[in-house]
């Protein structure tokens, strides 16, 4: 199938990929030509495990182009897919769908005959609707519009691609609905399912997901926060929580609060939707105002034990990025983080893996971001660890130990155990469990 996917981040350029990866010819439109131009060379502007061989390979086999001309593009597919990113700063519903609705229009002119638009951008429910509504106004060529919402996780996004645990798709006519399957049935073979409803079912199951999930991380942490002070350690309680069929290990994690530029953002909107219709948000106002109080308190904890004074300390910072396996740091709760230390005068010297590009970038000078994982520890009054990466995981606790000035390390992730902490003579303070040493 000849496809066009609008969009070239996170989501877009992992579906384009994907999509072309199967054997459908695939262009990837973008509005900026810099990143364009990039991507025509095979320079990828972001970080997704798998991603950069995928695309080499599918530009080599002539079946991935990059394109700014959304026009061209379209009057030559069958299959419009867009993955564009909203606007981030909204106050109504109308400023989620407007950048959509205009690229609805710009699709519509195009049209050379039929086509079928396919929004994955995750969007209020009635969306689709807005957008039939405009291509209608814009066009006398027939279409259709399917709601095929996105689940991908930033850090594993093409293997949950080419293997989602459903397929979603939000359609009103039968024989969308087969050129929809044959689409993702060669990521569908070991029997997950594809899932089709109603369009607006398929526009709030993600919101939905996104909810349950930040859910149980704000649940956690509130737990955490209830064995921190009855002197229980949340690990304990986290796996015996995790082990019930009913609920499962996954998402349970307590530290810092979750983060990205969309799991928010989904959350706020779902909140929106609610007091559109009269309906009290409780429950997704709590779970962020919760995740924001986790960032917030962590901060409070380094500053206490510097007596509230960070002025010139040398503090190391291990991770950036919102998770682990990403370049991202939009929206990250570490960046809030490394941003009230730099405030209160402390000297950041910043280790990640994959955000260092990213982090020279937005701070300049304001920071010293290494490309070596222990060159921070050098003299430094204290260790602040913020993504779970697995090279944080086990370090080199007795090189840790004689590089550090100030034998302390705040643990945002719980990654390390309080009595191997206590045995390299670190001051150790993490998440949900009482400070040692
Ligand atoms: N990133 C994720 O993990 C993820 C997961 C599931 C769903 N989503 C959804 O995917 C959507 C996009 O997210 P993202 O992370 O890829 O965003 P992003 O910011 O990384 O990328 C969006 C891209 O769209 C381009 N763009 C915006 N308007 C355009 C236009 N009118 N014409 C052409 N190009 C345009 C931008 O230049 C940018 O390259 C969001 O709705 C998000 O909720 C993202």
């Known amino acids: 199938m000849k496809i066009t996917v609008v969009g070239t981040g996170y989501q877009g350029l992992v579906v ?85 609705l205009d690229v609805a229009k710009i699709i519509a002119r195009s049209m050379t005959g039929y086509r079928i638009i396919v929004n994955k951008v995750t969007s209020p429910p009635g969306t689709a609707d807005r957008i039939k509504e405009t291509v209608r106004e814009n066009t006398s060529h027939p279409f259709d519009v399917v709601v095929n919402p996105d689940f991908l996780k930033q850090g594993t996004a093409v293997d949950d691609f080419l293997r989602p645990d459903r397929v979603v798709v939000g359609c009103e006519d039968v024989r969308v609905e087969e050129i929809m399957k044959e689409l993702y049935s060669p990521f569908l073979r070991t029997g997950k399912p594809l899932l089709i409803m109603s369009p607006r079912s398929a526009e709030l199951c993600k919101y939905a997901t996104a909810v349950m999930l930040a859910g149980r991380i704000s649940i956690m942490n509130q737990i955490a926060d209830l064995c921190a002070e009855w002197g229980a350690d949340i690990n304990e309680v986290r796996e015996a929580v995790g082990a019930d069929s009913r609920i499962g290990p996954t998402f349970l994690f307590p530290g810092i609060g979750y983060g990205g530029i969309w799991l928010p953002k989904d959350i706020d909107s779902c909140i929106l939707f609610a007091r559109e219709k009269g309906i009290k948000p409780y429950i997704f106002e709590s779970i962020q105002k919760v995740n924001i109080e986790r960032r917030e308190k962590f901060v409070s904890m380094i500053l206490e034990h510097y007596n509230g004074n960070v002025q010139g300390k040398s503090i190391a910072v291990w991770g950036a990025s919102f998770k682990a396996r990403t370049d991202d740091i939009r929206e990250s709760p570490a960046v809030y983080i490394i941003d009230i230390l730099i405030e209160k005068g402390a000297n950041l010297r910043v280790f990640d893996p994959l955000a260092g590009p990213r982090l020279r970038e937005k701070y300049g000078s304001k920071i010293l971001v290494t490309s070596k994982q222990y060159q921070p520890l050098e003299q430094a009054d204290g260790l602040v660890v913020l993504t779970e990466w697995n090279e944080f995981r086990r370090p080199d606790y007795e090189r840790m130990s004689q590089l550090m000035r100030e034998k302390v390390i705040f643990d945002g992730r719980n990654l390390y155990t309080p009595k191997v902490m206590m045995s390299y003579g670190f001051k150790y303070y993490s998440i949900g469990r009482p400070p040692v040493g």
């Open 16 to 100: 384009g990929t994907c999509l072309s990866e199967s054997g459908n010819i695939v262009t990837c439109v973008d509005w900026d030509v810099e990143k364009i131009e990039r991507l025509k060379r095979g320079e990828l502007p972001i970080y997704e495990p798998g991603l950069s061989e995928l695309v080499t390979r599918n530009i080599e086999e002539e079946r991935l182009y990059f394109s700014t001309s959304l026009e061209e593009s379209v009057q030559k597919c069958l299959l419009v897919f867009l993955c564009l990113d909203p606007v981030v700063k909204y106050s109504s519903m109308d400023d989620l769908v407007r950048p959509i």
